[in-house]
């Protein structure tokens, strides 16, 4: 659910009947009001013999609401659903589309209203947020998460103190390329690399390389150089973003002097399945992106390959991401908060795991084995990743980032749009 629904309940002298709607629209079962305390011993004595041999949970009918996006995520949490619902009959999971980057701002508004989701995806990035706006519950057990998660998970979902959510799939993006463009031993390593091969490649309506240049999501890419991070080293920093110190500036000068060779408007390629398409035609030969295309592009018949970033001119290693983790949140509007909890939990079990990876490509968060050639190119990029911090002031970051990006690679003065963005994201 998003919001905790007011549940009113009516107590009388007889033995009456209560329909409890709450978040996620679910139903409690009847109960006796009477006022015969033997009779309401045994009841409760019964109910607790009944939940006990249901792990706990609720043997009431009810129902999850679960948030999530389109696409072949949906299709996991569905196909999640049903295998729950086997598992615990009296639980039927409600699945409703909400985008993974619009689930935090919509949970703050459905949330008390009492139409939210019980259990929603959102990334890492947005727990401290969440937390300090009172919307998610920490999760039941540490040891569902330490140890039994990557160490990238799981340091992803701690904050102060508490772990937040259940890392579902672990995240970075890296280079893609086409194998029938690119002979695997030439693949660039090196942006200089990539400057030289899209000379050769490029012509009217053909790039060398295609990502989503005015996404500040991948602008750790050029603002990472030397080793830069956004809020610092321990992303813990929220009076100074780091945005636009000298080695940002140096790196989104590179960025901003690539665009003859990716010579397109932001706006152009400001939309990301603009690029997925122009990739998987052959009409770029390398793109940008994460885990969450490889369906797409399997399911397009390409022969392609997953590899590290190239580095930056002057570095020796591959350049900066991000790094972060796919959730599953509790709401803290949620009427079933345990059931919440089973569910969520749930789907990190390796049986589930499995399942979203055949569906998704995702990266697991846990240590259960695929057979993918792809897996083992992010894992090389997650050595040079870094997590997207997760405090509050993250929330401030993407939107002037994202200007900032737009207007640099569309000619604006490098370091002007880097202060304005720095002030920007520090703005209170």
Same mark, same amino acid.
């Given at each position: 659910?998003?919001?905790?629904?007011?549940?009113?309940?009516?107590?009388? #002298?007889?033995?009456?009947?209560?329909?409890?709607?709450?978040?996620?629209?679910?139903?409690?079962?009847?109960?006796?009001?009477?006022?015969?305390?033997?009779?309401?011993? #045994?009841?409760?004595?019964?109910?607790?013999?009944?939940?006990?041999?249901?792990?706990?949970?609720?043997?009431?009918?009810?129902?999850?609401?679960?948030?999530?996006?389109?696409?072949?995520?949906?299709?996991?949490?569905?196909?999640?659903?049903?295998?729950?619902?086997?598992?615990?009959?009296?639980?039927?999971?409600?699945?409703?589309?909400?985008?993974?980057?619009?689930?935090?701002?919509?949970?703050?508004? $459905?949330?008390?209203?009492?139409?939210?989701?019980?259990?929603?995806? #959102?990334?890492?990035?947005?727990?401290?947020?969440?937390?300090?706006?009172?919307?998610?519950?920490?999760?039941?057990?540490?040891?569902? +998460?330490?140890?039994?998660?990557?160490?990238?998970?799981?340091?992803?979902?701690?904050?102060?103190?508490?772990?937040?959510?259940?890392?579902?799939? $672990?995240?970075?993006?890296?280079?893609?390329?086409?194998?029938?463009?690119?002979?695997?031993?030439?693949?660039?390593?090196?942006?200089?690399?990539?400057?030289?091969?899209?000379?050769?490649?490029?012509?009217?309506?053909?790039?060398? +390389?295609?990502?989503?240049?005015?996404?500040?999501?991948?602008?750790?890419?050029?603002?990472?150089?030397?080793?830069?991070?956004?809020?610092?080293?321990?992303?813990? $920093?929220?009076?100074?973003?780091?945005?636009?110190?000298?080695?940002?500036?140096?790196?989104?000068?590179?960025?901003?002097?690539?665009?003859?060779?990716?010579?397109?408007?932001?706006?152009?390629?400001?939309?990301?399945?603009?690029?997925?398409?122009?990739?998987?035609?052959?009409?770029?030969?390398?793109?940008?992106?994460?885990?969450?295309?490889?369906?797409?592009?399997?399911?397009?018949?390409?022969?392609?390959?997953?590899?590290?970033?190239?580095?930056?001119?002057?570095?020796?290693?591959?350049?900066?991401?991000?790094?972060?983790?796919?959730?599953?949140?509790?709401?803290?509007?949620?009427?079933?908060?345990?059931?919440?909890?089973?569910?969520?939990?749930?789907?990190?079990?390796?049986?589930?795991?499995?399942?979203?990876?055949?569906?998704?490509?995702? +990266?697991?968060?846990?240590?259960? #084995?695929?057979?993918?050639?792809?897996?083992?190119?992010?894992?090389?990029?997650?050595?040079?990743?870094?997590?997207?911090?997760?405090?509050?002031?993250?929330?401030?970051?993407?939107?002037?980032?994202?200007?900032?990006?737009?207007?640099?690679?569309?000619?604006?003065?490098?370091?002007?749009?880097?202060?304005?963005?720095?002030?920007?994201?520090?703005?209170?």
């Amino acid at each position: 659910m998003k919001k905790r629904g007011i549940v009113s309940v009516l107590l009388a #002298t007889t033995m009456v009947a209560s329909l409890l709607t709450g978040c996620g629209s679910k139903n409690a079962g009847n109960k006796n009001n009477g006022d015969d305390k033997a009779t309401q011993t #045994t009841e409760s004595q019964e109910t607790s013999e009944e939940e006990a041999g249901n792990g706990g949970l609720t043997t009431d009918k009810i129902t999850l609401k679960v948030w999530e996006s389109s696409g072949q995520t949906e299709d996991f949490i569905k196909q999640a659903g049903e295998a729950f619902t086997a598992k615990y009959p009296n639980i039927t999971i409600e699945y409703e589309n909400v985008e993974v980057g619009d689930a935090n701002t919509q949970i703050a508004l $459905d949330g008390p209203g009492g139409v939210g989701a019980d259990v929603f995806a #959102t990334p890492s990035n947005t727990i401290g947020g969440l937390v300090s706006g009172g919307h998610i519950l920490p999760v039941e057990n540490e040891s569902d +998460i330490v140890g039994k998660v990557a160490a990238s998970c799981e340091s992803a979902v701690h904050y102060n103190g508490n772990y937040y959510g259940y890392p579902v799939a $672990d995240e970075t993006y890296a280079l893609f390329y086409n194998k029938d463009l690119i002979p695997e031993a030439n693949v660039p390593t090196t942006w200089e690399d990539v400057e030289k091969f899209s000379q050769e490649f490029n012509s009217p309506g053909k790039y060398g +390389i295609i990502w989503n240049v005015a996404d500040a999501y991948y602008s750790p890419i050029f603002t990472g150089k030397g080793g830069n991070k956004l809020f610092g080293e321990a992303g813990t $920093d929220g009076s100074n973003s780091y945005m636009n110190s000298a080695q940002a500036l140096e790196g989104m000068k590179y960025f901003q002097s690539f665009r003859q060779y990716l010579d397109v408007p932001s706006a152009d390629v400001s939309d990301n399945s603009v690029c997925l398409a122009a990739f998987t035609s052959g009409n770029a030969a390398m793109y940008i992106t994460g885990p969450w295309n490889v369906a797409s592009c399997e399911e397009a018949g390409m022969n392609f390959g997953v590899t590290a970033l190239p580095a930056l001119p002057g570095d020796d290693h591959p350049a900066a991401s991000f790094s972060g983790a796919r959730t599953m949140q509790v709401s803290a509007y949620t009427d079933y908060p345990k059931e919440a909890h089973a569910f969520a939990k749930f789907l990190i079990s390796d049986e589930m795991q499995q399942l979203r990876y055949e569906l998704t490509g995702a +990266i697991p968060s846990t240590s259960i #084995t695929v057979d993918s050639e792809y897996i083992t190119g992010f894992q090389k990029q997650l050595e040079y990743a870094y997590p997207m911090p997760s405090i509050p002031e993250i929330d401030n970051f993407w939107d002037p980032m994202k200007s900032a990006c737009s207007n640099i690679w569309d000619g604006a003065d490098v370091q002007t749009e880097l202060e304005s963005c720095n002030t920007a994201i520090l703005a209170k």
